[in-house]
């Protein structure tokens, strides 16, 4: 199985395309995938706190702002979500 990497990183300042380039060389594969956590989906914000590792941080308490963010979201609207895809199943089973 061919595995790849994942990244994903916070910040107004950071040219994706460059960090893309720079894990490619690093990494010394096309495999990787990066993603901007500041504009993604709450699921994949979620995963991200709950399973990532951090590989640097610019200004220590950035991540844990970040999980706390992501996590706070989950905890509010986990019912709601929950309830809706249920509301769904429930229509489409009809």
Request: proline share 1%; hydrophobic share 55%; net charge negative.
């Amino acid at each position: 199985m061919n595995s790849d990497w994942d990244f994903g990183f916070l910040g107004r300042e950071c040219d994706s395309a460059t960090l893309l380039g720079a894990l490619v060389l690093a990494l010394k594969t096309d495999r990787v995938d990066l993603v901007d956590l500041s504009t993604a989906g709450g699921v994949l914000r979620y995963r991200a706190a709950a399973d990532g590792v951090v590989i640097f941080e610019a200004r220590p308490g950035i991540f844990a702002r970040f999980w706390f963010a992501a996590v706070s979201f989950w905890l509010d609207m986990g019912g709601l979500i929950h309830a809706e895809q249920a509301r769904l199943i429930a229509e489409t089973a009809k």
